[in-house]
């Protein structure tokens, strides 16, 4: 009964957050504001940020609210996504038949900041309802793999976000000069390892679709426990992390906690205020699931990105380039070694007059074939792509929101070995979809 309970409970947390994170304007009527009165002269939300520490250009569009409560400067935001999709089938695992599917992918967050001696204090809490908006373990995803399952290893679907993204603190204060120190932590959170992640990049805002490269890239945006420390002035960020680097089960609804054993450092690099650098690695203590009855794999990671934002009269171009490089130990029946495998990203998004947005996204990745449940070829490394590309007619506001609808053309492409199992090389899905989310400042 008593986890009945609490069950009950964590599910009206995060319906709060995700209801205030798409609140009527009426209720959070205030445009983004410059707390430069409560904070010296550091904006409580500068545009740089992304998700956890990582930083995004300057000239970044702005989504959400913003007002003050109470001393506190809080801002919500959000998205969600009601998505039909159909991609090519593993006939593995359907039979031949194709795939299609409904579902609704979503997140909400809200964040709260407030003036603390000659620095600033936040609180902030991000979470999703994935675990019951999307049916059996995620989305249709061909060529997507990570984490867990009904006791096996997820793959040609995007695995659910868990209900807890993020439940964390902050503190940033004056350091010497133009230099700031931050430190960030919490029982869920993102270390300083990889770009921002892709709910969070304006590039990816549009797209209901997580990058098949996302477990070489970004995939610790869901880390429960975690404690970055940093140095920052205008142009530059230093950073390092300590946290559980492990995979998230499939319970979605709780809080993996474990050892803080694994480790990253980051650059952050901000040239200009169209321009986001950054370049890390860490060790990701027994990060990966296996097949039983082998351990979990410990991860070696290495990335680099370039992000770039530009507003040309009435339009907004965003774009991400990101490569990222895994190192793990692979055991398989009769054979274990040492796997190097590397993934490349290209993705971007033009928006028009906040009523037209196109975006599209090209991947290159290897992954062993054990990820794929190709156990015929136990040693493999494939090389495998996959292209996008999509729309959005954003609607007229309602009640303070920001509804759309798009759709989405993809193509998957596989070597000979597996091309029976993808309908061929080459093969087509699209996706149809509904999107709600808060306006643009």
Not at 15 to 24: D, E, F, G, M, N
């Amino acid at each position: 009964m008593e986890s009945v309970v609490r069950s009950i409970e964590l599910r009206r947390l995060l319906l709060t957050i995700v209801l205030l994170s798409t609140a009527p304007a009426a209720l959070v009527a205030q445009t983004h504001q410059h707390d430069t009165a409560a904070a010296g002269t550091v904006d409580l939300f500068p545009s740089r940020e992304g998700s956890g520490t990582a930083w995004l250009p300057d000239e970044t569009p702005m989504f959400g609210e913003v007002r003050t409560w109470r001393g506190w400067t809080v801002m919500l935001h959000g998205t969600a996504f009601a998505q039909f999709l159909y991609e090519p089938a593993d006939p593995h695992r359907t039979g031949g038949f194709s795939t299609h599917q409904f579902g609704s992918t979503n997140w909400g967050m809200a964040h709260a900041r407030r003036a603390l001696g000659s620095g600033w204090i936040g609180l902030r809490a991000m979470g999703s309802l994935e675990p019951w908006t999307l049916p059996g373990c995620g989305y249709i995803s061909m060529l997507a793999t990570g984490e867990v399952c009904d006791g096996d290893t997820i793959h040609d679907r995007q695995h659910p976000h868990d209900l807890f993204m993020e439940l964390a603190a902050e503190y940033d204060r004056p350091l010497r000069g133009a230099w700031r120190w931050q430190i960030y932590g919490g029982l869920a959170g993102e270390p300083a390892l990889g770009p921002a992640a892709f709910p969070h990049r304006p590039s990816a805002l549009a797209n209901p679709i997580a990058p098949i490269a996302h477990h070489w890239l970004d995939s610790s945006h869901i880390s429960f426990g975690v404690v970055t420390a940093g140095v920052y002035d205008r142009r530059w960020k230093l950073e390092a992390s300590v946290f559980n680097g492990r995979e998230p089960d499939d319970h979605r609804a709780g809080l993996d906690l474990a050892p803080l054993d694994s480790f990253s450092g980051r650059i952050s690099f901000l040239p200009n205020e169209h321009v986001a650098i950054q370049i890390s690695a860490g060790h990701l203590e027994q990060a990966e699931f296996q097949f039983a009855p082998q351990p979990r794999g410990d991860v070696n990671r290495s990335t680099a990105s370039v992000t770039y934002h530009r507003r040309i009269g009435a339009a907004t171009w965003a774009s991400t380039a990101a490569y990222g490089v895994n190192g793990h130990r692979e055991i398989v029946p009769g054979a274990e070694f040492y796997a190097v495998t590397q993934a490349m990203l290209l993705e971007s998004s033009v928006s028009v007059s906040d009523r037209h947005t196109w975006f599209g996204r090209a991947e290159i990745v290897e992954k062993p074939a054990e990820d794929l449940h190709a156990h015929e070829f136990p040693t493999s490394i494939f090389t495998l792509g996959k292209l996008q590309i999509g729309y959005v007619r954003q609607l007229k506001s309602w009640k303070g929101l920001a509804p759309g609808i798009g759709g989405t053309v993809s193509m998957t492409v596989v070597p000979d070995e597996l091309a029976s199992r993808y309908g061929g090389r080459t093969a087509g899905g699209f996706g149809v979809f509904l999107l709600l989310h808060p306006p643009l400042h």
